[in-house]
């Protein structure tokens, strides 16, 4: 497909390096410098997402499994069995393992990603970054990046924000003040 006629532009994991700077809004301007670039060049672009990482997913999950904690809901003990073969180091590579962790685990991202908060602010940095400039938890994608960092950091899920331009500012005032994380139905 040529490019001036694609309809999306995908921003791989936008996210601020420098913890000193996580106060100035950086990510807000480039974010909107991005789109107004994009936009100027590819007018047909009407839809920016991310493809971003989710890199302590695994540590919160394994921190809730060794405490015994057993309010995972929507978590049945079939699935918290399932969960267990995490473990295991070949599961990525036997189908039928994958498919009886996937909704299972899809469930856990997503209630990590919008429920899981520490002072107020969600827990995942990658997700706070987006959710705090406006962007929406579009989808969780499976096994989307098998990478050894991403295995070892989110069992290689990924998830795309998306930046809906004309919901941008509501999305960054209901997270501001009440800790509102903007999530499509296809997440909750």
Known sequence: MAAS???????YSIISLEPGLSRIGLGNIL????????????????TYCTLSPVPRFRSWLESIQSSNERNLSPLNPEDLNAISQILTTDWYNDYQRSERLRFPLLRLCARYLVQEKVR?????????????????????????????????????????????????????????????????????
């Open 5 to 11: 006629s694609a309809s999306t532009a995908i921003f």
């Open 31 to 46: 974010i909107k410098t991005a789109v107004s670039d994009i936009k100027a060049e590819y007018p047909n672009v009407k």
């Open 120 to 188: 107020g602010l969600c827990r995942d940095p990658v997700a706070n970054f987006h959710i705090r400039n406006g962007a929406r938890l579009e989808q969780i994608n499976w096994l989307a990046d098998l990478s050894i960092l991403r295995k070892q950091e989110s069992y290689g899920i990924m998830v795309n924000y998306l930046y809906d331009l004309e919901e941008l500012n509501n999305n960054v005032k209901n997270y501001d003040s009440c800790g509102k994380v903007a999530a499509s139905d296809k997440v909750l």
